[in-house]
């Protein structure tokens, strides 16, 4: 693939899947927004919501009216129907020629580094991928407990996968376009496992990535859970990869 | 070839040449002092890397970064961002 000589229009394309996401939704979208005016980046945002019964929806509505219809994209889907999914089908819409995907529970810090592409733009990568483990990355609001259950996991994924990227499980990166496109085509898990696959297949296929420390700040609302069937499923999806790519 | 097929690969490759020289008839033998060292040595090996791993991810929980900072301005965020929306008609 040939890289782009000399700057070139870049839109970012960010896909918001949600569930249930009534008070952080509109939180994270005007944060978004703020960092890309501020940076006068050209943007669109893809609210692709399951069918959340809190309302999520009729919030995203009222958005779509304060920004715009060519800022705010609602693309709606009748029930939970999964995250991979919902990729593909925001990115049908999406118009940018970066997609960057995120949690909508305010987990992922609006990081301006990651958002104007400085990364990207830094090495031409084809993938940016935010990390817990390195340089100034970290968590806020875990407790022991759950930071050495994601360290010995990410020990374990290091040892057998050997990955080349220091934070698989998150889920905050920015792919070109084309990349997500040819990734998604590939990648056939579910959860924590689909986005350490996109990784995986990613390295296979000679896809370049960087790697953007960012805050992992963990739910504002809401719970988050890891729970012994999290762990269970994390471990067979990890013997899955370990054992198929 | 799968990581699996890797790691089959290299422990076939080791255990091969372990068995070779530990396990070689009396005429064949290397000299005492190295068939004493290689008897235990996947014994050896998997307590070695037992205790990396436990020092490895202890290191790592001691020194994951706990974002202080980056809670605090979220929360200011999230103060600004409600004041705003609701300026701009948003009901929450």
Same mark, same amino acid.
């Given at each position: 693939?040939?890289?782009?000589?000399?700057?070139?229009?870049?839109?970012?394309?960010?896909?918001?899947?949600?569930?249930?996401?009534?008070?952080?939704?509109?939180?994270?979208?005007?944060?978004?927004?703020? %960092?890309?005016?501020?940076?006068?980046?050209?943007?669109?945002?893809?609210?692709? =919501?399951?069918?959340?019964?809190?309302? %999520?929806?009729?919030?995203?509505?009222?958005?779509?009216?304060?920004?715009?219809?060519?800022?705010?994209?609602?693309?709606?889907?009748?029930?939970?129907?999964?995250?991979?999914?919902?990729?593909?089908?925001?990115?049908?819409?999406?118009?940018?020629?970066?997609?960057?995907?995120?949690?909508?529970?305010?987990?992922?810090?609006?990081?301006?580094?990651?958002?104007?592409?400085?990364?990207?733009?830094?090495?031409?990568? =084809?993938?940016?991928?935010?990390?817990?483990?390195?340089?100034?990355?970290?968590?806020?609001?875990?407790?022991?407990?759950?930071?050495?259950?994601?360290?010995?996991?990410?020990?374990?994924?290091?040892?057998?996968?050997?990955?080349?990227?220091? =934070?698989?499980?998150?889920?905050?990166?920015?792919?070109?376009?084309?990349?997500?496109?040819?990734?998604?085509?590939?990648?056939?898990?579910?959860?924590?496992?689909?986005?350490?696959?996109?990784?995986?297949?990613?390295?296979?296929?000679?896809?370049? !990535?960087?790697?953007?420390? !960012?805050?992992?700040?963990?739910?504002?609302?809401?719970?988050?859970?890891?729970?012994?069937?999290?762990?269970?499923?994390?471990?067979?999806?990890?013997?899955?990869?370990?054992?198929?790519? | 070839?799968?990581?699996?097929?890797?790691?089959?690969?290299?422990?076939?490759?080791?255990?091969?040449?372990?068995?070779?020289?530990?396990?070689?008839?009396?005429?064949?033998?290397?000299?005492?002092?190295?068939?004493?060292?290689?008897?235990?040595?996947?014994?050896?090996?998997?307590?070695?890397?037992?205790?990396?791993?436990?020092?490895?991810?202890?290191?790592?929980?001691?020194?994951?970064?706990?974002?202080?900072?980056?809670?605090?301005?979220?929360?200011?965020?999230?103060?600004?961002?409600?004041?705003?929306?609701?300026?701009?008609?948003?009901?929450?």
């Amino acid at each position: 693939m040939a890289a782009p000589s000399g700057p070139r229009p870049e839109r970012l394309s960010v896909l918001l899947p949600t569930y249930n996401e009534r008070d952080n939704l509109p939180l994270v979208v005007w944060l978004l927004v703020r %960092t890309f005016r501020d940076s006068g980046i050209d943007f669109e945002i893809i609210i692709i =919501d399951d069918g959340s019964p809190d309302g %999520t929806q009729e919030i995203a509505e009222q958005l779509e009216k304060i920004y715009g219809s060519d800022k705010i994209l609602l693309r709606p889907r009748p029930r939970k129907l999964g995250l991979g999914t919902a990729y593909i089908h925001g990115m049908k819409h999406a118009t940018g020629n970066f997609i960057v995907i995120m949690d909508a529970d305010l987990s992922h810090h609006v990081s301006l580094y990651f958002m104007d592409c400085g990364k990207q733009k830094e090495g031409n990568f =084809d993938i940016v991928s935010g990390t817990r483990y390195k340089g100034n990355g970290g968590v806020y609001g875990w407790d022991l407990r759950r930071k050495l259950i994601s360290r010995g996991a990410n020990f374990l994924t290091q040892v057998l996968l050997r990955p080349g990227a220091s =934070d698989l499980t998150g889920s905050f990166r920015l792919y070109r376009k084309e990349v997500l496109q040819k990734l998604m085509e590939k990648c056939v898990s579910k959860g924590y496992v689909f986005q350490m696959e996109m990784i995986v297949r990613a390295r296979q296929l000679g896809y370049t !990535i960087g790697e953007v420390p !960012i805050s992992f700040v963990d739910r504002v609302y809401g719970e988050s859970k890891l729970g012994g069937n999290e762990i269970v499923s994390f471990l067979k999806g990890l013997l899955t990869l370990f054992a198929t790519t | 070839m799968t990581k699996l097929g890797q790691w089959l690969c290299g422990l076939a490759l080791l255990g091969s040449a372990w068995a070779v020289l530990a396990l070689a008839p009396p005429e064949l033998q290397p000299p005492a002092p190295l068939r004493q060292a290689l008897l235990p040595l996947p014994v050896y090996l998997l307590v070695a890397f037992g205790c990396y791993s436990l020092a490895t991810v202890g290191y790592r929980l001691a020194t994951f970064n706990d974002c202080e900072e980056a809670a605090a301005e979220l929360q200011e965020h999230i103060r600004a961002a409600r004041a705003d929306l609701r300026r701009r008609g948003l009901r929450l």
